[in-house]
C-alpha cells in the first residue's frame, strides 16, 4: 500500500525545526507556592512592574509606594529583552540591577522572567524566519509581541541565550523568589502554520506513529484521496478548500501545544541548572483552550494563572471560579498564584469598564478561597505611552491622590497579612469536574452534528454545583480519585477505552457519575466508536443511543422528570435506548415522546448517570442534586447561591471558611460557633452578618495547638 520514502528522526530535525518532542523530567515537587509563601511568610502581593518605561526618578518613588501598598512581590523584565540586549553580542544590565537592588533594599521581592515574551526587533531583521505565520500564509510582524515561532531554531536560540544571561547574572539576587519563563505562551499565537513548524510537526508524527502506514490508519486518510505515501508531502492544515481531515487538526493542536512546551522547557533546563533551589513557574492565561495544561503542568514548580473577568458581567466571578478550581487541579490540589488580574479596567474590551467599588478585593479573595497564595496584578505603574497605557494600575496616571483603584489596592494590601496562616493549605472539594484538552478540540471541530462548545457544557453542569454551594475541582481523565465522591463529565466526545474504563470503575467502587450527552463518540484519533453512542460508556452508563437528533437554535422540547417536575431541553435531543438504566426525564414532544431523556444505572453502591438532552437549569439542577445527594456532598455552608463559601484547611487539622456575598443584597448565614474571623465582622452566636459585596474569612475551631504553626496566633487578634 504505502512506499514510504521514511526519513530518520534525525533527517526531518535536520530541516532546522526544533522538535517538539517533551523529554525534560517533569517536575518531582509542585510546592512553588509554598516555597514563595514561605519565604515571603504571606500571601504574595504585587504585580508586574516595567520600570523600563520609567526614568529612574519614578522608581524611588515605586518603592515608596509599594511598602504603603503592602506589596511584598513584583514580577520584573517581562517585556524587557530590547533593553537587555540591544544587539545580538551587547548586553545592558545596570539598570536591572539597579532596580533589583532597590527592590531587594526595600523588602520586595521578585518573580523575575527571562524576559523572552516578546523578542527584539534586531532578532526578526536578522532572522525573519523567527516570525510566526497565519494557517492563510500572514507573516505576523514585529511592532505588537509575541512574535515567535515555536519551531524556530533560531528563536530558540536567542531565548535561550538571554534566559541564561538573565539567569547567570540574577541567580544569587537576594529580591529573586521565582522564575518566570516568557509569559503567556500561546495567548497570542497558540498555533503556527509555517515551514519550520511543518517540518517538526513530521518529526513529532514519526515520533508519535512510527511510520506512515500508521499514520494514514489514525488519520483516516483514505477519506477523499488523503493518502500520503511519503512524510514531505504532510503539511500543517493549512487553510483548504474544504473541511481539513479533523484528526490531522486535532494532531495539530497536540503538536502545537508541545512546540510552546518545548520552549519553556528549554528555558527552565538552563534556570534549573544555573539555580535549582529557585522555583519556576510560566503564567497561564484565560484562553485555556489553547493549550494542553495538564502536560504543562507537571512542568513547573508552582502554576500561575492571569485572570481577567469581565466586570460588565454581574455573573463574571463564576467562569473566575472555575479557572481558579481548574489551575488549583493542574497544581495537584496545591496552592497556585494569581499572576495578573486587572486592579479595575483593561484596555482589550469594546468597552472597559471599571470594577465597581468592592470587586477587585471580592474577586481577589475569591481567588485566595479557591487555593490561590498570591494577589497580584497588571500592572503596577500606568504605562504613558503603548498599546495598553488606559490599562487600569495599581498606581494610574493621576497618582495615588483621589484614585479609588489605589485606595482599594492600599486596603486590601493592609488586610491580606491576616491571611497569612491561610497560606499553603489546600481547598476541600469533593466534587470533580473531568476536563481533558484532545477531547475538547475535538469536541469544536467542524462538520459535527451541531456546533457544541465545550465551555457551555461545562457551564451548563456547573452552575447547578456552584448554586448548590458545592466546591469542584479538576481533573483529567486517569487520575486517582479517591477523594471524590461525586464525578461530573460535562462533555467527553473524545474517549478512548482506557478513560472508560477509568469511569466504569469509580462507579463499580461505589461512586457516582454524571455523563453530558454526545460523550464516548470518538476514540483519540477521532475515529467513531462503532455499534451506537456512547460505546464504551455504554456498559456503565446502561444505555444505548442509535443516532442522534440536535436542535435548531430557538426550538424548545418538553420533558418531564425527574417525578412530576416539568422542564424543556434545548439544542440537543436523542432517542435512548435503554440497556440497564431507569429513566429520569422523559421527552413530552414530537418523535421522541415517551423515550428517556435523562437515565440512572446502578451498580451496587456506584450509580452512572446520563443526560442525553441539554436540559433547562431546574431539570438538571433537580438530577444534580441527586447525584450529590446519592454521592453524600454536602456545602460548607447553607448559603444563596449568590453566596460563595469555600472551605480551605491544612494537614494539621485547621479549616477556614470563606464566605463571598456577590449579590447586593446583605445576607445573614449560620456558621459554627467557634469560628473567629480573620477578615470581615465578627459572627456572633453562630450568625454571620455579610453585607452586599462583602467577603468574610473564618478560622474555623478554638483554634488550639495554634502555636505549633507560623503564624497561627494572628487569628485574635485580627478583625
Ligand atoms: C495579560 C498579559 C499582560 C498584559 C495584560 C493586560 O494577558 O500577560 O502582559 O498585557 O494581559 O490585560
Known sequence: MTHPVTPTLDDLAAVGAAPAVIEAAPRKRRDGAHRVAQRLDAIAYGGDYNPEQWPEAVWHDDVRLMRAAGVNLVTVGVFAWANLQPSPGAWDFGWLDRVLDLLAEHGVAVDLATATASPPPWLARRHP??????????????????????????????????????????????????????????????????????????????????????????WGTDFWSQRYHAWEEILPPRTVPAIPNPSQQLDYRRFASDALLACYLAEREILDAVSPAVPVTTNAHPHLEAQDWWRWAPHVDVVSYDSYPDPADPEAHRAA???????????????WLLLEQAPSAVNWRACNMMKPPGTMRRWSLQAVARG??????????????????????????????????????????????????????????????????????????????????????????????????????????????????????????????????????????????????????VDATDHVHLGGYPAPLRTVLGVRVPEVDPL????????????????????????????????????????????????????????????????????????????????????????????????????????????????????TLTVPTDCRALLGDAPTGGTLHLPAGEVAVLREGSGEGDEDHAGGDTAATKG
Open 552 to 667: 435548531p437554535e430557538g426550538v424548545t422540547v418538553a420533558v418531564r422528570g425527574p417525578g412530576e417536575h416539568r422542564g424543556h431541553a434545548t439544542m440537543w435531543r436523542e432517542p435512548i435506548e435503554l440497556a440497564g438504566a431507569e429513566p429520569l426525564v422523559t421527552h413530552e414532544d414530537g418523535w421522541l415522546r415517551g423515550r428517556p431523556a435523562a437515565t440512572r444505572c446502578r451498580h451496587g453502591e456506584g450509580v452512572a448517570y446520563y443526560l442525553g438532552a441539554r436540559l433547562d437549569a431546574a431539570t438538571t439542577a433537580t438530577l444534580l442534586a441527586e447525584a450529590a445527594s446519592e454521592a453524600g456532598c454536602v456545602p460548607p455552608l447553607d448559603a444563596p447561591a449568590q453566596v460563595e463559601v469555600v472551605r480551605r484547611r491544612d494537614d494539621h487539622g485547621r479549616s477556614w471558611l470563606f464566605a463571598l456575598n456577590h449579590s447586593e443584597e446583605p445576607v
Open 321 to 335: 471560579g472555575v479557572s481558579a478550581d481548574l489551575m488549583r487541579g493542574l497544581a495537584g490540589e496545591a496552592p
Open 129 to 218: 524566519e523567527t516570525l510566526p505565520v497565519t494557517a492563510e500564509g500572514t507573516t505576523l510582524w514585529p511592532g505588537g509581541r509575541q512574535h515567535f515561532c515555536p519551531s524556530s531554531a533560531a528563536f530558540r536560540e536567542a531565548a535561550t541565550t538571554v534566559a541564561h544571561a538573565v539567569a547567570d547574572r540574577y541567580a544569587d539576587h537576594p529580591a529573586l523568589a521565582l522564575w518566570h519563563v516568557g509569559n503567556e505562551y500561546g495567548c497570542h499565537v497558540n498555533v503556527c502554520w509555517c515551514d519550520r513548524c511543518a517540518a517538526a510537526f513530521r518529526h513529532w508524527l514519526a515520533q508519535r506513529y512510527g511510520d506512515l502506514d500508521a499514520l494514514n490508519a489514525a
Open 372 to 521: 490561590a497564595d498570591a494577589v497580584m496584578f497588571f500592572q503596577w505603574r500606568a504605562s504613558k505611552a503603548g498599546a495598553e497605557k488606559f490599562h487600569s494600575a495599581m498606581v494610574g496616571h493621576a497618582g495615588t491622590e483621589g484614585s479609588r483603584t489605589w485606595d482599594e489596592v492600599a486596603a486590601l494590601g493592609a488586610q491580606l497579612p491576616s491571611l497569612a496562616e491561610v497560606a499553603g493549605s489546600q481547598v476541600a472539594a469533593d466534587v470533580a469536574i473531568v476536563c481533558d484538552w484532545s477531547s475538547w478540540w475535538a469536541l469544536e471541530q467542524p462538520s459535527h452534528p451541531t456546533a457544541l462548545r465545550w465551555g457551555d457544557q461545562l457551564a451548563w453542569l456547573r452552575r447547578p454545583l456552584d448554586d448548590a454551594g458545592l466546591t469542584s475541582r479538576f481533573v483529567a481523565p486517569g487520575h486517582a480519585l479517591d477523594v471524590v465522591a461525586l464525578l461530573v463529565v460535562p462533555n467527553l466526545y473524545l474517549c478512548d477505552e482506557a478513560t472508560a474504563r477509568w469511569l466504569t470503575d469509580f462507579v463499580t467502587a461505589g461512586g457516582v457519575l454524571v455523563v453530558g450527552f454526545f460523550s464516548g463518540v
